[in-house]
């Protein structure tokens, strides 16, 4: 299996130089050169398949011969060490929740994969591969679990000091081992700026910095499987599926597409945002027009220009009415969230964290017309993430799993930088 860069400029690649390089030297993204679709026995049987084999299935094309099958289950299996259970909230809607992991965080299973995939690929080597990342909040967290004790790899992640929830500080600070937070005095937009400047940075080429951001074809690629598990435990109601995921960089429901591309008997797709609405205006106008990003209650989806949505576009060969006749896309106010939150509370007695509940709105907006349908929405966070919201909306207090419970006793520790100067130290000195 080969991967071209959606910019046509750079050399193709197998899949461990897509997964090592991150992003293609034409600064495009890596996407596969074929998909071929599973077989139909594959779909009638898959109730009665572990979702490790329903994993393995879906993912191994995209793999080639890069890694030896008995360790791409090995993989697979550490991968989904945890549950994706469909819960059903009313009539014809039902939740994914994708919170089941470590982090509580859907980004678990990306992060998880692809830090096995770079720990196998990195296992003779002598010199570490560093693994870079700027993060606003959850993707750091899943990050730095999914790489925790990884032979091979270190990562170090910068994220802006004060600007995180407590609990999302504790995930990445507390760790210890390869682990390493850089706290920075600024705003995430400068956690990231460092982190692009590093990357180009000649001096710095001897290190074998990497990125793990959802672009990296090892964390977005993975996001396919929990649409089949969904599948799976929903194949018996008998009608056709439609997901409504909440988008921000629009890698997760990008791999849903992947999945239906696969075979996948799904109707339609919703890609329900806050009120960061570029993808939804460009879907009524067919002008895409990046925005600066809007801070908002569902904050992992603050995003004005979503990296992964020239992957959806070129699924359907940039053709606009093809997109909408598979996709639609909404968005939605904070108010508008946190009423959702208070509905799905007080009569399905149901707590959504607020990205979720931005994809229950999404489905419920696509069902008043289309009305026949099973509509299930991903819940991508337990709401204990997001508990000073959810507390008061809902004033509701979740208990705390033992996932977070155990992170809030660990003690912080950081290296505090300011400048690109201070992380360029802190790299050399290691
Ligand atoms: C990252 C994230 C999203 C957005 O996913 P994309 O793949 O960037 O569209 C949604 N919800 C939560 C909780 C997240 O952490």
Redesign the pocket.
């Known amino acids: 299996m080969y991967y071209k860069s959606l910019q046509h400029k750079a050399p193709k690649v197998s899949f461990k130089e897509a997964v090592i390089r991150g992003i293609a030297p034409d600064k495009g993204l890596y996407f596969p050169e074929s998909i071929t679709p599973l077989p139909p026995s594959f779909f009638e049987n898959i109730t009665s398949l572990s979702n490790e084999s329903i994993a393995l299935e879906v993912i191994q094309q995209f793999i080639g011969n890069d890694i030896p099958i008995e360790e791409l289950k090995k993989i697979v299996s550490e991968t989904l060490s945890f549950d994706f259970p469909t819960v059903k909230i009313e009539e014809s809607i039902y939740a994914l929740e994708l919170f089941h992991g470590p982090t509580m965080?859907?980004?678990d299973v990306g992060a998880r994969f692809m830090a096995r995939c770079l720990s196998y690929f990195n296992r003779n080597q002598k010199n570490k591969v560093t693994v870079l990342v700027a993060t606003s909040?959850?993707?750091g967290g899943a990050v730095a679990d999914g790489f925790l004790g990884v032979k091979g790899v270190d990562v170090v992640i910068l994220y802006p000091s004060g600007k995180v929830s407590d609990i999302q500080e504790k995930q990445l600070t507390t760790l210890g081992q390869n682990i390493t937070a850089l706290e920075v005095d600024g705003v995430f937009d400068d956690c990231q700026d460092m982190v692009k400047q590093a990357f180009l940075d000649v001096e710095l080429q001897s290190q074998q910095l990497t990125s793990a951001n959802?672009i990296n074809v090892a964390r977005w690629l993975p996001?396919m499987f929990y649409f089949f598990f969904a599948y799976k435990q929903l194949k018996s109601i008998g009608k056709e599926i439609v997901f409504s995921?909440?988008?921000?960089?629009?890698?997760?429901?990008?791999a849903g597409m992947m999945a239906s591309r696969l075979g996948l008997p799904v109707a339609h797709f919703i890609g329900a945002t806050n009120s960061n609405d570029t993808v939804p205006r460009f879907m009524k106008s067919g002008i895409y027009k990046q925005m600066a990003s809007i801070q908002t209650i569902?904050n992992?989806?603050d995003?004005g220009n979503?990296s992964?949505f020239v992957r959806i576009r070129h699924l359907f060969n940039s053709d606009l009415q093809l997109l909408q006749k598979w996709f639609s896309s909404f968005s939605f106010s904070d108010q508008e969230t946190k009423e959702a939150m208070k509905k799905l509370m007080r009569e399905h007695t149901y707590l959504a964290?607020p990205?979720g509940a931005v994809g229950y709105l999404g489905l419920k907006e696509y069902m008043k017309t289309n009305t026949d349908y099973l509509g299930v929405f991903l819940e991508?966070?337990h709401p204990i993430?997001f508990i000073d919201v959810v507390k008061e909306t809902t004033l509701c207090q979740p208990e705390v799993p033992p996932q977070i419970s155990k992170v809030m006793d660990g003690k912080k520790s950081t290296i505090r930088i300011a400048d690109y100067g201070d992380l360029k130290n802190f790299l050399q000195s290691r």
């Open positions: 965080a859907f980004k909040g959850d993707t959802s996001q995921v909440p988008s921000g960089n629009f890698g997760n429901i990008c569902s992992a989806m995003v979503p992964n964290d990205h991508t966070a993430k």
